[in-house]
């Protein structure tokens, strides 16, 4: 499991420069649970990674500078290039609930990655320890 507060593009570039060697030495899917603040460049974070998530969960954030799980994932879908591959996933009304998702689909070779905000992990930080 990977835990991450970046939320901007020079953020998940170097994220995604890390996950590029972790995934060479990987067998498995890698499940992203991505949930960002309106006012952030979603989808300058999202490019980046979008080749080597094979599955997202994008979830909403409370409160009013929260984006909608369902929104974000519009953006997901419209940040791919027709040269990319196509995004599968979906979106969930909490942290919780796509963390929950993210593990149902996952094996012990899967690697879930939670990330786009210090919102989304502390959510996820408080749900794991319930």
């Not at 996933?89 to 993210?102: F, H, I």
Request: proline letters at 3%; a negative charge.
């Amino acid at each position: 499991m990977i835990i991450d507060v970046g939320h901007n593009p020079h953020a998940a570039r170097y994220l995604a420069e890390k996950l590029t060697a972790l995934k060479a030495q990987s067998n498995g899917k890698f499940i992203a649970v991505c949930g960002m603040l309106k006012d952030k460049d979603a989808e300058g974070v999202l490019e980046p990674l979008l080749p080597l998530i094979d599955e997202w969960r994008c979830v909403t954030l409370g409160g009013y500078r929260g984006q909608s799980g369902e929104q974000l994932f519009v953006t997901l879908q419209q940040t791919v290039r027709p040269h990319q591959k196509v995004v599968k996933g979906s979106y969930s009304n909490s942290v919780a609930e796509g963390v929950k998702s993210a593990v149902e689909i996952s094996n012990e070779n899967d690697t879930l990655l939670v990330f786009g905000s210090f919102h989304t992990v502390g959510e996820f930080l408080t749900y794991s320890q319930a």
